[in-house]
């Protein structure tokens, strides 16, 4: 009978993304010979608002008023954005609730059990002072969030535009295009911090294979906003509680509290290093092995060593779970393909450590727990996905092995699992 | 510095290929025109101890003394002997211990402790006249195991060569390639009940395809003998407990007791059943989906409609874990091919089932989480050893992507880590 968080989630994402339909469908494209058809548009929406960027339609049809339209869907469709909504509109219903109980002495005391519940606060902290730091804390949390999400986003959209006035090869793209370099700019810092990975041109990344520069910047971009988030969001706490003294003790009883916060990208100490040395390993095994199959890599041709590295880097960090590529991928040998393959399929914080600490070890376990079952169970959702493909696409297997075969539907499947958005495309080889 | 159970088994089986290869060497084969290698008869060997059928000559060349060979090398390989043998010998250091326990006032009580656990008596029970029960149940259990196993074999025996001698078809195959029909009967039953799924025939069971009889006959011995064991082992102890008044005390503690006994295939009552469904469930989607999709595939030309289904029940069948086959397995579309790969990656008594019992609760519990835990590392070797084939491979892949391709070696590979022995071959289309 308690309302379940899935459900506003849903009505959320559904939401925006008709609003997002129908804001797009009013904007004229950029020309007039060429009309996105309704689905095509409404298929953009929902993809930019829940962060899979996967297109049917190639995106240099959009206006600049209609990729700024995407930006906005693709921020508020980021997970950064809506936990951090969450937060706060938990944050109000509680200064509510504590006020309503103030006033009223008649309040149900169920009421505040399963308002406790659902806001997050664990009954064990029922003495008052405990109770005021609680709050305190929580408030001091979504601030930082805040803060985080439009200082990430503010600096990369900066820096971006800053390197393309610079990159002249870059710039003369952009100029080729008719892309402004505000829109784009921003459009990118945006798509990247929230791992869409929609750029605003036909061929994403392709273009910019040879700026390793700006690779480079979009990096830790799709790093700070997705996989390493509870990381720089802990250090952001524990560096404000040592810079601003006001701060401090909010700083540390978020940094001890960890689990009674229940802000689900709020890890303790000892998890988020796991999650940074497991995100480094992935990453480190994924461009070893990119770089000694592909460094003749057709597409390489004419790229020099540096510029290889920093592709081979970019394209392997976008297979968790941005999506953004270089170069096709149907052209990169099975073994790294498996690779990305199975980093697709990881959760953003999956850590593959031995980890144990006394003070967070039941915590932990249930998180585990929950997490082993959901493996077991997405594992059947993907095979019966995968097998459902199969038996529909069956006439095309048999007459065209080589476009399809089952590694590229289990790797289709995976990509869409995973809202990562990389594709095999269909080669006419 | 206590013995891992994991050595004395890695002993067991490598002295016991040592040994099978050893004779099998000594033997001459059926002709002397060609002779296996040494690689080959070793190879054959450790299939034969490991039941995994996985073999690298073609079966016709064994003579009928190596054919006996190979059949007891199944049965000294088969989990059901192996842990029928694990038990007697836990019964008798139980028995010597408590001898000397008696004789000698001295032991060490740490001796008592560790026996106490390695032969699998929880140590709650050190009552003497529930150890004295205890030690009763285990002697009367491992007589049934003994009776199920030379039970089952010897009527699978029987009936298959009871059936071949009245089907004139079945009949003039082992002739034509002169085969005794009491050495293919016990080498077919016991390769069945091991889910070894060698068969003395070049082509497997292909040359039996249009036999249904026989496929019929084979199926119950592959299932008593691995996936059903469980259950029928616990129906076995019901009915003598009902049947025979003087075990009627220890067909109960069995019963009530499977987690204190600690041998792993006798499974408490719900989990049994939960097995049952489970792999008749998955046994139905396959054949369903198989009928479905492959009524006309061409190795069932000139197969009528009985034959068909039950070829398709045998071939859906032997997905866990026997291998045999009744055809050319890469002629399958790939939606059964990849169902197929789900159930050899399937462990043997995988449950996958809502499982509730208070009294099993902390038991399950533990055993799931460690299935769980598996179930991820699991994934991750085989991962591993997808990638290191595409690697060694990589020339394969892109010169003949048609037999060299990922699907191709995962289902390799997965077959290979069940155990089940099925191959894609090598197609010259
Ligand atoms: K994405
Ligand atoms: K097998």
Redesign the interface.
């Given at each position: 009978l308690s309302v379940n968080p899935f459900w506003p989630r849903i009505f959320y994402f559904l939401s925006v993304s008709l609003l997002g339909f129908g804001v797009l469908k009013a904007i004229k494209p950029r020309t007039d010979s060429f009309k996105p058809r309704n689905l095509d548009l409404f298929f953009t929406s929902v993809s930019s608002v829940t962060v899979s960027s996967m297109s049917t339609v190639e995106m240099e049809v959009f206006s600049e008023a209609q990729l700024v339209v995407i930006t906005i869907l693709m921020f508020l469709g980021g997970e950064v954005f809506t936990s951090m909504t969450a937060l706060f509109i938990s944050n109000l219903k509680q200064k509510l609730r504590r006020f309503g109980a103030k006033v009223g002495n008649h309040s149900h005391p169920e009421n505040i059990i399963n308002g406790g519940i659902e806001s997050g606060i664990p009954m064990t902290n029922s003495n008052p002072e405990t109770l005021r730091e609680d709050d305190h804390s929580r408030k001091f949390l979504s601030f930082v969030v805040l803060g985080y999400l439009l200082a990430v986003n503010l600096i990369g959209a900066a820096v971006v535009s800053l390197y393309i006035s610079f990159d002249s090869t870059a710039g003369s793209i952009l100029k080729s295009k008719g892309l402004k370099l505000f829109t784009f700019s921003v459009f990118t810092a945006v798509s990247s911090f929230t791992n869409c990975g929609f750029i605003p041109t036909n061929e994403n990344m392709v273009v910019f294979r040879k700026s390793p520069g700006l690779l480079l910047i979009i990096i830790p971009q799709i790093l700070l906003g997705n996989t390493l988030f509870p990381p720089f969001l802990r250090f952001s706490i524990w560096v404000l509680g040592k810079v601003v003294k006001k701060v401090g003790k909010d700083s540390d009883y978020l940094l001890k509290n960890t689990g009674g916060i229940r802000y689900p990208h709020l890890l303790p100490s000892r998890r988020s290093w796991c999650l940074v040395v497991t995100v480094l390993g992935f990453l480190v095994t994924q461009v070893v092995?990119f770089l000694v199959?592909e460094w003749n890599l057709e597409p390489f041709n004419g790229m020099n060593s540096f510029e290889r590295i920093v592709g081979v880097l970019f394209q392997s960090l976008n297979a968790r779970h941005a999506g953004e590529t270089i170069l096709d991928i149907s052209t990169i040998?099975?073994?790294s393909?498996?690779?990305a393959t199975?980093c697709m399929y990881l959760p953003p914080y999956a850590t593959?450590l031995f980890l144990k600490e006394k003070e967070e070890e039941k915590h932990l376990k249930k998180r585990r727990?929950r997490s082993?079952?959901n493996?077991?169970s997405n594992?059947?959702y993907l095979?019966i996905f995968?097998?459902?493909v199969?038996?529909t696409e069956?006439e095309n297997?048999?007459q065209d092995?080589?476009n399809f075969?089952?590694?590229n539907?289990?790797l289709e499947v995976v990509s869409a699992y995973g809202s990562v958005g990389f594709t095999m495309g269909y080669s006419c080889k």
């Open positions: 092995l199959l040998s099975a073994a393909l498996v690779l199975v593959y727990e082993r079952k493996g077991v594992i059947a095979s995968v097998i459902l199969c038996i069956r297997i048999t092995p080589l075969n089952v590694f539907i289990v």
